[in-house]
Protein backbone atom coordinates (compact mmCIF):
# COMPACT_ATOMS: atom_id res chain seq x y z
CA UNK A 1 0.00 0.00 0.00
CA UNK A 2 1.22 3.57 -0.55
CA UNK A 3 2.37 5.58 2.10
CA UNK A 4 -0.19 7.71 3.95
CA UNK A 5 0.29 11.32 2.77
CA UNK A 6 -0.11 13.55 6.10
CA UNK A 7 -3.37 14.69 6.62
CA UNK A 8 -2.42 17.96 8.55
CA UNK A 9 0.28 19.12 5.87
CA UNK A 10 -1.56 22.00 4.06
CA UNK A 11 -3.59 23.01 6.81
CA UNK A 12 -1.48 26.23 7.64
CA UNK A 13 -1.88 27.66 3.98
CA UNK A 14 -5.73 26.42 3.24
CA UNK A 15 -7.21 26.94 6.56
CA UNK A 16 -9.48 29.72 7.42
CA UNK A 17 -8.27 32.16 10.24
CA UNK A 18 -9.37 30.74 13.80
CA UNK A 19 -10.60 27.43 12.92
CA UNK A 20 -8.55 24.16 12.71
CA UNK A 21 -9.41 20.99 10.55
CA UNK A 22 -10.09 18.86 13.73
CA UNK A 23 -12.52 21.32 14.94
CA UNK A 24 -14.14 21.69 11.50
CA UNK A 25 -13.99 17.62 11.30
CA UNK A 26 -15.70 17.43 15.00
CA UNK A 27 -18.47 19.77 13.45
CA UNK A 28 -19.37 17.72 10.85
CA UNK A 29 -19.68 14.35 13.10
CA UNK A 30 -21.93 16.06 15.41
CA UNK A 31 -23.62 17.54 12.65
CA UNK A 32 -23.98 13.59 10.47
CA UNK A 33 -24.62 12.05 13.93
CA UNK A 34 -27.30 14.17 14.96
CA UNK A 35 -29.44 14.31 11.51
CA UNK A 36 -28.69 10.72 11.09
CA UNK A 37 -30.10 9.29 14.75
CA UNK A 38 -33.09 12.27 14.41
CA UNK A 39 -34.28 10.32 11.08
CA UNK A 40 -34.16 7.26 13.35
CA UNK A 41 -36.87 8.65 15.66
CA UNK A 42 -38.93 8.32 12.04
CA UNK A 43 -38.45 5.00 12.20
CA UNK A 44 -38.89 3.53 15.65
CA UNK A 45 -42.28 5.46 16.40
CA UNK A 46 -43.96 2.70 14.30
CA UNK A 47 -42.68 -0.27 15.92
CA UNK A 48 -43.25 1.31 19.39
CA UNK A 49 -46.65 2.22 18.65
CA UNK A 50 -47.50 -1.12 16.92
CA UNK A 51 -48.95 -2.58 20.63
CA UNK A 52 -51.31 0.57 20.27
CA UNK A 53 -52.56 0.37 16.72
CA UNK A 54 -53.05 -3.23 17.14
CA UNK A 55 -55.73 -1.90 20.08
CA UNK A 56 -56.86 0.79 17.89
CA UNK A 57 -57.51 -1.33 14.88
CA UNK A 58 -59.35 -4.36 17.31
CA UNK A 59 -61.91 -1.44 18.11
CA UNK A 60 -62.83 -1.50 14.97
CA UNK A 61 -63.05 -5.11 14.45
CA UNK A 62 -60.21 -6.91 13.73
CA UNK A 63 -58.52 -9.64 15.55
CA UNK A 64 -55.25 -9.08 16.93
CA UNK A 65 -53.58 -11.68 13.98
CA UNK A 66 -55.20 -9.65 11.45
CA UNK A 67 -54.33 -6.21 12.74
CA UNK A 68 -50.33 -7.65 13.20
CA UNK A 69 -50.57 -9.37 9.96
CA UNK A 70 -51.19 -5.72 8.31
CA UNK A 71 -48.22 -3.84 10.43
CA UNK A 72 -46.53 -6.12 8.78
CA UNK A 73 -47.19 -5.66 5.69
CA UNK A 74 -46.77 -2.04 6.21
CA UNK A 75 -43.38 -2.33 7.57
CA UNK A 76 -42.42 -5.14 4.60
CA UNK A 77 -43.43 -2.40 2.18
CA UNK A 78 -42.03 0.51 3.69
CA UNK A 79 -38.64 -1.59 3.85
CA UNK A 80 -39.00 -2.68 0.53
CA UNK A 81 -39.11 0.91 -0.51
CA UNK A 82 -36.37 1.32 1.50
CA UNK A 83 -34.22 -0.96 -0.05
CA UNK A 84 -35.35 0.13 -3.98
CA UNK A 85 -33.74 3.64 -2.97
CA UNK A 86 -30.95 1.87 -1.99
CA UNK A 87 -30.47 0.58 -5.05
CA UNK A 88 -31.39 3.20 -7.40
CA UNK A 89 -30.94 6.39 -5.68
CA UNK A 90 -28.46 6.55 -3.55
CA UNK A 91 -25.46 6.93 -6.35
CA UNK A 92 -27.04 10.29 -6.89
CA UNK A 93 -24.63 11.59 -4.60
CA UNK A 94 -21.84 10.67 -6.28
CA UNK A 95 -23.19 13.07 -9.09
CA UNK A 96 -24.40 16.01 -6.74
CA UNK A 97 -23.00 15.77 -3.57
CA UNK A 98 -23.61 13.97 -0.22
CA UNK A 99 -25.09 16.87 1.39
CA UNK A 100 -28.06 16.82 -0.75
CA UNK A 101 -29.18 13.27 -0.12
CA UNK A 102 -28.65 13.71 3.36
CA UNK A 103 -30.93 16.94 3.70
CA UNK A 104 -33.62 15.01 1.26
CA UNK A 105 -33.34 12.44 3.81
CA UNK A 106 -34.15 13.94 6.55
CA UNK A 107 -36.91 16.11 4.74
CA UNK A 108 -38.78 13.78 3.67
CA UNK A 109 -38.68 11.63 6.99
CA UNK A 110 -40.35 14.93 8.89
CA UNK A 111 -43.17 15.32 5.78
CA UNK A 112 -44.23 11.88 5.63
CA UNK A 113 -44.20 11.33 9.34
CA UNK A 114 -46.81 14.21 10.13
CA UNK A 115 -48.77 12.76 7.26
CA UNK A 116 -48.99 9.37 8.87
CA UNK A 117 -49.75 11.05 12.22
CA UNK A 118 -52.79 13.25 10.18
CA UNK A 119 -53.50 10.34 8.39
CA UNK A 120 -56.96 8.52 9.54
CA UNK A 121 -57.12 4.81 7.16
CA UNK A 122 -54.33 2.53 5.92
CA UNK A 123 -54.13 3.85 2.71
CA UNK A 124 -52.95 6.71 4.07
CA UNK A 125 -50.65 4.99 6.58
CA UNK A 126 -49.21 2.39 3.80
CA UNK A 127 -48.49 5.80 2.05
CA UNK A 128 -47.00 7.87 4.30
CA UNK A 129 -44.73 4.94 5.67
CA UNK A 130 -43.54 3.96 2.51
CA UNK A 131 -42.36 7.39 1.91
CA UNK A 132 -40.91 7.94 4.72
CA UNK A 133 -38.48 5.00 3.65
CA UNK A 134 -37.86 5.44 0.58
CA UNK A 135 -36.49 9.45 0.88
CA UNK A 136 -34.54 8.12 4.36
CA UNK A 137 -33.21 5.95 1.95
CA UNK A 138 -30.57 8.21 0.73
CA UNK A 139 -29.33 9.60 4.02
CA UNK A 140 -26.72 6.95 4.83
CA UNK A 141 -25.17 7.09 1.59
CA UNK A 142 -24.81 10.86 2.03
CA UNK A 143 -23.46 10.29 5.26
CA UNK A 144 -21.41 8.26 3.89
CA UNK A 145 -20.24 10.34 0.64
CA UNK A 146 -19.50 12.95 2.83
CA UNK A 147 -17.42 11.33 5.59
CA UNK A 148 -15.10 10.63 2.90
CA UNK A 149 -14.59 13.58 1.64
CA UNK A 150 -13.44 14.68 5.24
CA UNK A 151 -11.59 11.80 6.36
CA UNK A 152 -8.03 9.69 5.53
CA UNK A 153 -8.61 6.50 4.93
CA UNK A 154 -6.88 4.86 7.83
CA UNK A 155 -9.63 6.55 10.01
CA UNK A 156 -12.65 4.88 8.21
CA UNK A 157 -12.83 2.22 10.70
CA UNK A 158 -13.15 4.89 13.57
CA UNK A 159 -15.23 7.24 12.02
CA UNK A 160 -17.76 5.36 10.64
CA UNK A 161 -17.98 3.27 13.60
CA UNK A 162 -18.96 6.64 15.45
CA UNK A 163 -21.39 7.41 12.97
CA UNK A 164 -22.74 4.11 12.60
CA UNK A 165 -24.09 4.54 16.36
CA UNK A 166 -25.70 7.79 15.38
CA UNK A 167 -29.01 5.13 14.09
CA UNK A 168 -28.13 3.17 17.10
CA UNK A 169 -28.26 6.03 19.67
CA UNK A 170 -31.38 7.43 17.64
CA UNK A 171 -33.47 4.25 17.81
CA UNK A 172 -32.71 3.94 21.37
CA UNK A 173 -33.29 7.37 22.49
CA UNK A 174 -36.67 7.45 20.34
CA UNK A 175 -37.76 4.41 21.82
CA UNK A 176 -36.86 5.62 25.57
CA UNK A 177 -38.65 8.97 25.03
CA UNK A 178 -41.86 7.40 23.12
CA UNK A 179 -42.20 4.76 25.81
CA UNK A 180 -42.47 7.40 28.53
CA UNK A 181 -44.61 8.99 26.20
CA UNK A 182 -47.24 6.51 26.47
CA UNK A 183 -46.77 5.71 30.03
CA UNK A 184 -47.91 9.35 30.81
CA UNK A 185 -50.78 8.30 28.27
CA UNK A 186 -49.95 9.72 25.13
CA UNK A 187 -51.15 7.75 22.03
CA UNK A 188 -49.80 6.70 18.73
CA UNK A 189 -49.88 10.11 17.06
CA UNK A 190 -48.29 11.75 19.22
CA UNK A 191 -45.09 9.81 18.91
CA UNK A 192 -45.35 10.71 15.08
CA UNK A 193 -45.41 14.40 15.90
CA UNK A 194 -42.93 14.41 18.48
CA UNK A 195 -40.42 12.31 15.97
CA UNK A 196 -41.03 15.00 13.27
CA UNK A 197 -40.46 17.81 15.19
CA UNK A 198 -37.35 16.50 15.92
CA UNK A 199 -35.80 15.21 12.42
CA UNK A 200 -37.12 19.10 11.24
CA UNK A 201 -34.92 20.55 13.63
CA UNK A 202 -31.51 18.85 12.85
CA UNK A 203 -32.43 19.49 9.52
CA UNK A 204 -32.18 23.17 9.40
CA UNK A 205 -29.14 22.40 11.42
CA UNK A 206 -27.48 20.32 8.68
CA UNK A 207 -28.70 22.83 6.10
CA UNK A 208 -27.10 25.65 7.49
CA UNK A 209 -23.76 24.37 8.83
CA UNK A 210 -23.03 21.13 7.17
CA UNK A 211 -20.12 21.50 3.99
CA UNK A 212 -19.72 18.95 1.33
CA UNK A 213 -16.00 18.42 1.65
CA UNK A 214 -12.75 19.72 3.31
CA UNK A 215 -11.92 21.35 0.63
CA UNK A 216 -14.87 23.38 0.58
CA UNK A 217 -14.42 24.41 3.53
CA UNK A 218 -10.26 25.45 2.26
CA UNK A 219 -8.35 22.54 3.33
CA UNK A 220 -6.65 19.49 1.41
CA UNK A 221 -8.84 16.80 0.10
CA UNK A 222 -9.05 13.87 2.31
CA UNK A 223 -7.16 10.66 1.88
CA UNK A 224 -9.14 7.28 0.05
CA UNK A 225 -8.11 3.57 0.35
CA UNK A 226 -5.54 3.17 -2.57
CA UNK A 227 -6.48 -0.18 -3.03
CA UNK A 228 -10.34 0.72 -3.61
CA UNK A 229 -12.05 -0.29 -6.66
CA UNK A 230 -11.74 3.44 -8.40
CA UNK A 231 -8.73 4.21 -7.09
CA UNK A 232 -7.33 4.82 -11.27
CA UNK A 233 -10.20 7.29 -11.27
CA UNK A 234 -10.60 9.45 -8.23
CA UNK A 235 -11.80 12.69 -9.36
CA UNK A 236 -12.85 12.43 -12.82
CA UNK A 237 -16.57 12.11 -14.00
CA UNK A 238 -17.08 9.09 -15.22
CA UNK A 239 -20.68 7.48 -16.45
CA UNK A 240 -22.65 5.14 -13.87
CA UNK A 241 -21.74 1.79 -16.21
CA UNK A 242 -17.89 2.70 -15.08
CA UNK A 243 -18.90 3.76 -11.51
CA UNK A 244 -20.63 0.37 -10.78
CA UNK A 245 -19.23 -2.15 -13.18
CA UNK A 246 -15.95 -2.62 -10.64
CA UNK A 247 -17.96 -3.22 -7.97
CA UNK A 248 -20.58 -5.77 -9.70
CA UNK A 249 -17.45 -7.56 -11.34
CA UNK A 250 -15.64 -8.08 -7.66
CA UNK A 251 -16.55 -10.68 -6.02
CA UNK A 252 -15.84 -10.03 -2.41
CA UNK A 253 -17.86 -7.40 -3.08
CA UNK A 254 -21.07 -9.20 -3.99
CA UNK A 255 -20.46 -11.44 -0.84
CA UNK A 256 -20.05 -8.55 0.99
CA UNK A 257 -23.66 -7.08 -0.28
CA UNK A 258 -24.52 -11.48 0.69
CA UNK A 259 -23.46 -10.87 3.88
CA UNK A 260 -25.32 -7.62 4.38
CA UNK A 261 -29.34 -9.57 3.21
CA UNK A 262 -28.39 -11.67 5.73
CA UNK A 263 -27.55 -9.48 8.88
CA UNK A 264 -30.38 -7.07 7.55
CA UNK A 265 -32.87 -9.94 8.15
CA UNK A 266 -32.08 -10.26 11.71
CA UNK A 267 -31.54 -6.32 12.34
CA UNK A 268 -35.04 -5.58 10.70
CA UNK A 269 -36.91 -8.17 12.35
CA UNK A 270 -35.27 -7.11 15.86
CA UNK A 271 -36.10 -3.14 15.29
CA UNK A 272 -39.99 -3.82 13.75
CA UNK A 273 -41.08 -6.59 16.42
CA UNK A 274 -39.14 -6.51 19.77
CA UNK A 275 -41.72 -4.06 21.44
CA UNK A 276 -44.43 -6.59 20.48
CA UNK A 277 -42.31 -9.33 21.58
CA UNK A 278 -41.32 -8.12 25.17
CA UNK A 279 -45.62 -7.48 25.25
CA UNK A 280 -47.05 -10.36 23.90
CA UNK A 281 -44.49 -13.11 24.54
CA UNK A 282 -42.77 -11.44 27.86
CA UNK A 283 -45.72 -9.87 29.43
CA UNK A 284 -44.14 -6.35 30.10
CA UNK A 285 -47.00 -3.35 29.46
CA UNK A 286 -47.17 -1.42 25.82
CA UNK A 287 -44.82 1.38 27.61
CA UNK A 288 -42.13 -1.14 29.30
CA UNK A 289 -42.01 -2.62 25.94
CA UNK A 290 -41.41 0.26 23.92
CA UNK A 291 -38.79 2.24 26.89
CA UNK A 292 -37.07 -1.94 27.25
CA UNK A 293 -36.67 -2.22 23.41
CA UNK A 294 -34.37 0.16 23.33
CA UNK A 295 -31.79 -2.56 24.78
CA UNK A 296 -30.95 -3.54 21.45
CA UNK A 297 -29.75 0.04 19.65
CA UNK A 298 -28.38 0.55 22.96
CA UNK A 299 -25.89 -2.25 23.29
CA UNK A 300 -25.19 -3.08 20.02
CA UNK A 301 -23.71 1.14 19.70
CA UNK A 302 -21.43 0.08 22.45
CA UNK A 303 -20.17 -2.93 20.21
CA UNK A 304 -20.21 -0.58 17.09
CA UNK A 305 -17.68 1.50 18.91
CA UNK A 306 -15.84 -1.02 20.32
CA UNK A 307 -15.84 -2.99 17.03
CA UNK A 308 -15.01 0.18 14.86
CA UNK A 309 -12.07 1.01 16.73
CA UNK A 310 -10.72 -2.80 16.96
CA UNK A 311 -10.98 -2.94 13.53
CA UNK A 312 -8.64 -0.32 12.55
CA UNK A 313 -5.97 -1.34 14.91
CA UNK A 314 -6.28 -5.12 13.44
CA UNK A 315 -5.42 -3.95 10.06
CA UNK A 316 -6.80 -5.06 6.79
CA UNK A 317 -8.30 -8.19 7.72
CA UNK A 318 -9.86 -7.10 10.73
CA UNK A 319 -13.65 -6.41 9.69
CA UNK A 320 -14.08 -9.76 7.62
CA UNK A 321 -12.47 -11.29 11.02
CA UNK A 322 -14.81 -9.41 13.61
CA UNK A 323 -17.43 -9.97 11.51
CA UNK A 324 -16.76 -14.21 11.01
CA UNK A 325 -16.94 -14.47 15.02
CA UNK A 326 -19.85 -11.99 16.00
CA UNK A 327 -21.57 -13.78 13.63
CA UNK A 328 -21.00 -17.41 14.81
CA UNK A 329 -21.75 -15.97 18.39
CA UNK A 330 -25.06 -14.77 16.96
CA UNK A 331 -26.30 -18.01 16.80
CA UNK A 332 -25.75 -19.01 20.31
CA UNK A 333 -27.55 -16.04 21.39
CA UNK A 334 -30.24 -16.73 18.83
CA UNK A 335 -30.91 -20.19 19.66
CA UNK A 336 -30.66 -18.87 23.09
CA UNK A 337 -33.70 -16.78 22.94
CA UNK A 338 -35.63 -19.75 20.98
CA UNK A 339 -35.54 -21.70 24.62
CA UNK A 340 -37.41 -19.02 26.67
CA UNK A 341 -41.18 -19.73 26.49
CA UNK A 342 -42.49 -17.81 28.92
CA UNK A 343 -45.31 -15.48 29.44
CA UNK A 344 -43.91 -13.29 32.66
CA UNK A 345 -41.76 -10.73 32.66
CA UNK A 346 -38.31 -11.79 33.08
CA UNK A 347 -34.43 -10.72 32.71
CA UNK A 348 -33.90 -14.10 30.80
CA UNK A 349 -34.76 -12.74 27.79
CA UNK A 350 -32.99 -9.32 27.78
CA UNK A 351 -29.91 -10.73 28.63
CA UNK A 352 -30.11 -13.22 25.19
CA UNK A 353 -31.37 -9.51 22.99
CA UNK A 354 -28.59 -7.97 24.51
CA UNK A 355 -25.99 -10.69 23.61
CA UNK A 356 -27.73 -10.74 19.86
CA UNK A 357 -27.37 -7.02 19.70
CA UNK A 358 -23.64 -6.54 21.08
CA UNK A 359 -22.29 -9.97 18.98
CA UNK A 360 -24.26 -8.72 15.85
CA UNK A 361 -24.55 -4.57 15.06
CA UNK A 362 -20.89 -3.61 15.52
CA UNK A 363 -20.10 -6.56 12.64
CA UNK A 364 -22.94 -5.46 10.83
CA UNK A 365 -22.13 -1.33 10.65
CA UNK A 366 -18.88 -2.26 8.58
CA UNK A 367 -21.03 -3.29 5.66
CA UNK A 368 -23.19 -0.09 4.93
CA UNK A 369 -19.86 1.85 6.37
CA UNK A 370 -16.02 0.98 5.94
CA UNK A 371 -16.40 -1.53 3.76
CA UNK A 372 -18.27 0.63 1.32
CA UNK A 373 -15.45 3.34 1.42
CA UNK A 374 -13.25 0.20 1.16
CA UNK A 375 -14.48 -0.16 -2.01
CA UNK A 376 -15.68 2.63 -3.37
CA UNK A 377 -13.23 5.02 -2.12
CA UNK A 378 -14.77 8.88 -2.55
CA UNK A 379 -15.48 8.73 -6.09
CA UNK A 380 -18.27 5.96 -5.52
CA UNK A 381 -18.58 5.77 -1.64
CA UNK A 382 -21.83 6.81 -2.19
CA UNK A 383 -23.27 3.79 -4.39
CA UNK A 384 -21.12 1.25 -2.96
CA UNK A 385 -23.23 1.96 0.22
CA UNK A 386 -26.01 1.77 -1.27
CA UNK A 387 -25.98 -1.57 -3.25
CA UNK A 388 -24.50 -3.23 -0.02
CA UNK A 389 -27.59 -1.47 2.32
CA UNK A 390 -29.72 -2.30 -0.98
CA UNK A 391 -29.23 -5.68 -1.40
CA UNK A 392 -29.49 -5.94 2.63
CA UNK A 393 -32.85 -4.26 2.80
CA UNK A 394 -34.61 -6.49 0.06
CA UNK A 395 -33.69 -9.36 2.30
CA UNK A 396 -34.99 -7.07 5.61
CA UNK A 397 -38.57 -6.59 3.68
CA UNK A 398 -38.66 -10.52 4.69
CA UNK A 399 -38.60 -8.88 8.48
CA UNK A 400 -42.46 -7.45 8.70
CA UNK A 401 -44.69 -9.68 7.13
CA UNK A 402 -42.32 -12.71 7.29
CA UNK A 403 -42.05 -12.81 11.04
CA UNK A 404 -45.32 -11.90 11.49
CA UNK A 405 -46.75 -14.82 9.76
CA UNK A 406 -44.01 -17.40 11.51
CA UNK A 407 -44.66 -15.97 14.92
CA UNK A 408 -48.76 -16.99 14.71
CA UNK A 409 -47.98 -20.36 12.92
CA UNK A 410 -45.01 -21.10 15.29
CA UNK A 411 -44.58 -18.54 18.36
CA UNK A 412 -42.07 -16.23 18.85
CA UNK A 413 -39.06 -19.56 19.22
CA UNK A 414 -39.90 -20.27 15.52
CA UNK A 415 -38.90 -16.55 14.40
CA UNK A 416 -35.86 -16.92 16.51
CA UNK A 417 -34.80 -20.78 14.94
CA UNK A 418 -34.49 -18.85 11.37
CA UNK A 419 -32.93 -15.88 12.26
CA UNK A 420 -30.14 -18.12 13.96
CA UNK A 421 -30.33 -20.42 10.44
CA UNK A 422 -29.63 -16.94 8.72
CA UNK A 423 -26.81 -15.97 10.56
CA UNK A 424 -25.46 -19.21 10.93
CA UNK A 425 -25.18 -19.02 6.83
CA UNK A 426 -23.87 -15.38 7.34
CA UNK A 427 -20.87 -16.48 9.58
CA UNK A 428 -19.91 -18.82 6.79
CA UNK A 429 -20.01 -16.51 4.47
CA UNK A 430 -17.74 -14.19 6.61
CA UNK A 431 -15.40 -16.67 6.65
CA UNK A 432 -14.99 -17.07 3.02
CA UNK A 433 -14.90 -12.56 2.66
CA UNK A 434 -11.99 -13.31 5.27
CA UNK A 435 -9.93 -15.96 3.29
CA UNK A 436 -10.59 -13.85 0.60
CA UNK A 437 -9.11 -10.73 1.87
CA UNK A 438 -6.26 -12.59 3.18
CA UNK A 439 -5.13 -13.58 -0.46
CA UNK A 440 -5.73 -10.68 -1.83
CA UNK A 441 -3.61 -8.74 0.80
CA UNK A 442 -0.69 -11.66 0.27
CA UNK A 443 -0.97 -10.83 -3.17
CA UNK A 444 -0.86 -7.23 -2.43
CA UNK A 445 2.31 -7.91 -0.33
CA UNK A 446 4.38 -9.77 -2.78
CA UNK A 447 3.71 -7.16 -5.78
CA UNK A 448 4.72 -4.72 -4.26
Known amino acids: MTPEPNAHADVASYAPAGRSLRAWQIGTVVLLFSGYAACYFCRADLAVATPLLKAELGQHGMTPESAQNLIGTITSLGVFAYAIGKLFLTGLGDYWGGKPNFLIGMGGACVFTLLFALGGAIPVFTIAWIGNRLTQSIAWAGLIKVSSRWFDYRSYGTIIGILSISYLVGDAAGRQSMGMLIS ?265
Request: overall charge positive; glycine content about 12%.
Open 184 to 448: RGHGWRSLFFYAAVVVAITFVASAWSLRESRAQAGFGEAQANPMNLHANSEGRKISVAALIGPLLRSPAFLLVCFLSLGCTVIRETFNSWLPTYLKDQVGFSAGSAGQLSAIFPAVGAVSVLLTGWLSDRLGLNGRALIMFIGLAATVVALLALSLYSGHSPSLLPLAAIAAVAFCLLGPYSYLGGAFALDFGGKQAGAVSSGLIDGVGYIGGSLAGAGASLVSNAYGWEGVFVVLAAFSAVASVSAGWLLAMNRRAVTAVAVHE
